[in-house]
């Protein structure tokens, strides 16, 4: 079936570095809880990602990946991946020769260290550039969700600069890692409040060393990273960096702040740019409930202006807004997320011209809803995600828990009785 004249920019061919993608979407980088205890991919980690290459997604970048040791101790979600350790190879390339087969990219997006966010029930305090501890407002939830007072992390402790050199090296040699289990690239991550985006803001990053006070400094952990990946991987191996592209705080990194991020990883030898919009103070914004609402803000079209690597841009939904931000060249891919959980055949569809018979997310964020509490995200449009391989049991307990859980967070009259007895769940 030919596709659509007006969505023919969604399906043209594009390289990121040496790696020619077959189309311009992306499925995103999301932690979907579904790794085995030692952290491998399982055959259902291997079915949710195959189902969305089989869907037509060009690329799949795999969240959910940790690149030190200390990332995989104190990571908040369950079920990760590990690409710290060589053991997980032989399990990481089944699920990249099963997505290959179906003529679909895939790249690892390392996580360093999940900073201030960072859970102590691995033994560790969080980390931070500085003693400062993450607050997340009552309204920065998702709507769906009720959060009274909103949510003071656990008071981080200033990471010191060997750690933060050991990070650097770790992170570096996951790539390495990544590149032995076949993956065609890696997407570093700077986004959100985790530790490396930390260290590039002053509203976080109070220090007085080489990683801190100026700019040039802030950015050095970042820099230090991309450059020790890339003198790891060669020249011609992929890497792109997920990166914050406006906090919207006071004192927090402006879209020209960010620009200027952006101007010196492109420097530093990256081969795209995915951007993310907010921090865990303001998350509403990363998770949108209005369709395009980051081209609205500008900051696609200010980094697109500026930069000759490719950009990447998230929350544009609608196949039809999607292709006009890629032919206006505000955007070179499209990255999509909650709208992949809903219909992984959203790029078949759209190519063969059946938008109308598209599974819209309707943003209402159930599945984050049940991220953030501690269970396997699944999605009210589509009860097959989560359950590609087949259905899991829960016992009675489990399913009375969940439902418990997810009627107090959901129910503001009952949120604010936890709250007031202290029962809240993390």
């Not at 191996?237 to 406006?246: E, H, Q, S």
């Not at 803000?297 to 500026?306: K, M, N, S, T, V």
Request: net charge negative.
């Amino acid at each position: 079936m030919e596709t659509p004249s007006h969505l023919a920019p969604l399906f043209q061919p594009i390289k990121l570095g040496s790696v020619e993608i077959k189309n311009r979407i992306v499925l995103s980088p999301m932690a979907v809880e579904d790794g085995s205890p030692e952290g491998y991919p399982t055959e259902q980690t291997i079915a949710f990602n195959v189902a969305r290459a089989k869907g037509g997604v060009g690329l799949i970048v795999l969240g959910g990946c940790v690149s030190t040791r200390r990332a995989w101790k104190e990571s908040p979600y369950g079920g990760g991946y590990r690409l710290d350790i060589e053991e997980a190879v032989p399990a990481l390339r089944r699920l990249v020769d099963a997505v290959h087969t179906h003529d679909t990219k895939i790249f690892a997006e390392p996580m360093t260290s999940f900073g201030r966010l960072g859970s102590s029930r691995g033994g560790l305090q969080p980390i931070a550039p500085s003693v400062i501890p993450l607050v997340i407002p009552e309204d920065s939830f998702p709507e769906i969700m009720a959060v009274p007072g909103g949510r003071t992390m656990q008071m981080p402790r200033e990471v010191t600069v060997p750690e933060i050199v050991a990070l650097e090296d770790e992170t570096a040699m996951s790539a390495v890692i990544a590149r032995q289990a076949g993956f065609d690239g890696v997407e570093i991550g700077a986004h959100m409040s985790y530790l490396v985006t930390s260290f590039l803001s002053q509203r976080s990053n109070k220090r007085t060393d080489d990683y801190g006070g100026s700019p040039e400094n802030r950015m050095r952990f970042l820099l230090n990273i991309v450059k020790k990946t890339r003198e790891l991987v060669g020249d011609h191996y992929p890497m792109g960096v997920k990166l914050i592209c406006n906090e919207h705080l006071d004192d927090g990194l402006s879209i020209q702040d960010c620009l200027e991020i952006g101007l010196a990883l492109e420097r530093a030898g990256v081969d795209y740019l995915s951007l993310s919009d907010g921090t865990y103070e303001n998350q509403r914004l990363s998770v949108p409930s209005e369709d395009g609402a980051l081209l609205k803000h500008g900051e696609p079209q200010a980094f697109r202006q500026e930069l000759r690597v490719p950009i990447v841009v998230p929350s544009i939904h609608d196949p039809y807004r999607a292709a006009d931000a890629l032919a206006a060249g505000h955007a070179d891919m499209i990255s999509l997320g909650r709208p992949l959980l809903a219909d992984p055949e959203w790029p078949n569809k759209a190519r063969e011209g059946r938008v109308d018979e598209i599974r819209c997310c309707d943003r209402d964020n159930y599945c984050i809803v049940r991220l953030m509490t501690g269970m396997r995200p699944h999605c009210k449009i589509n009860p097959e995600m989560g359950r590609e391989s087949g259905p899991y049991p829960l016992s009675l307990r489990q399913k009375v828990r969940e439902r418990a859980i997810l009627a107090g967070v959901t129910t503001p009259s009952l949120a604010r009785l936890a709250h007031a007895l202290h029962l809240e769940p993390h």
